[in-house]
């Protein structure tokens, strides 16, 4: 049995069609932003058969809230014995394939699918990826997604340059730091090892819970520091365009995007947004 973990956000209706889509196969659990206003009504409709909702966390952009309603999920999946195979993706995701064929693909395997690379051999807006956990950061606190979260960033890492700020001296952690998206596909046995490590080693959770964005660090520095560091692949079968388009970074799909999907090694796609996206969609249901 295979589980899909999904990180909702925003636009209800469009969460309820694609866990209703997906739990054609797929056991579902999903996790809605405390900023999201939902009703009862609403939770209970989804709340039925294979799929699971649940509302726990106020997730905030940027700081380890969202890899606190991740891990969340994943504890509530290895509550049940028989899902060997957990997929992680957002609220603003459609299967690019009929999910029969995305799980058929991963049916049996022992693979780690997921998109890693090595944080110091990164730099985004001028910024060494190791910096984004090198130093400390309460965007949990302080919304990074505004103009006064944008400099405050630049500020308080500026500070702690000046200051030679190292948190992971500090917390004694020798692992090399790795980075990536974190939709990821992974095995239980591969989930398991991760919850454990994380629950054991304090230092760990000091580092990344007061990161920036350690949601895309803290999974891909714990597998790729494991005993399993050769399961993994460094392909997630996720199509998302890193550029701004639609008013959105990353990118709004829409039409402009049919040919690359179509013809492409992907599984899911994101950002979905009906306003835009609908007509790409509805064409891949139809061709599929």
Same mark, same amino acid.
């Given at each position: ?184 596909? +992974? ?7 991760? =919850? &454990?490590?994380? %629950?054991? /080693?304090?230092?760990?959770?000091? #580092? ?43 990118? +709004? ?7 690359? =999907? &179509?013809?492409? %090694?992907? /599984?899911?796609?994101?950002?979905? #947004? ?15």
């Amino acid at each position: 049995m295979q589980a899909v973990l999904v990180l909702a956000h925003n636009n209800y209706d469009w969460v309820a069609r694609l866990s209703k889509k997906l739990s054609a196969v797929f056991e579902v659990f999903i996790h809605f932003d405390m900023r999201l206003q939902l009703t009862p009504e609403q939770m209970e409709e989804l709340n039925t058969g294979k799929i699971h909702c649940y509302q726990k966390i106020k997730v905030m952009w940027g700081g380890w809230t969202i890899g606190e309603a991740t891990l969340f999920l994943m504890r509530e999946v290895l509550r049940n014995p028989d899902i060997g195979y957990v997929h992680v993706i957002s609220g603003q995701d459609w299967p690019t394939i009929p999910v029969k064929e995305v799980y058929g693909f991963y049916e049996g395997t022992d693979k780690i699918y997921m998109r890693s690379e090595r944080a110091r051999d990164k730099v985004k807006s001028g910024q060494n990826l190791l910096d984004w956990q090198k130093y400390y950061f309460n965007f949990d606190v302080v919304p990074r997604r505004c103009l006064f979260g944008k400099i405050y960033h630049h500020v308080i890492m500026k500070a702690q340059q000046l200051l030679h700020i190292d948190k992971l001296a500090r917390y004694h952690l020798d692992m090399e730091i790795y980075q990536g998206a974190n939709w990821i596909d +992974i095995p239980r046995y591969a989930l398991e090892y991760l =919850i &454990a490590y994380w %629950d054991s /080693h304090e230092n760990v959770r000091k #580092v990344f819970e007061t990161g920036y964005c350690p949601d895309e660090f803290w999974v891909q520095t714990i597998l790729e520091d494991s005993p399993y560091k050769d399961k993994i692949e460094r392909n997630n079968h996720r199509y998302v365009v890193f550029e701004k388009k639609h008013g959105s970074y990353p990118a +709004i799909l829409d039409m402009g995007d049919y040919e690359k =999907i &179509a013809t492409g %090694d992907y /599984h899911f796609m994101r950002k979905i #947004v009906p306003q835009y996206s609908l007509e790409i969609v509805e064409k891949l249901e139809r061709d599929s």
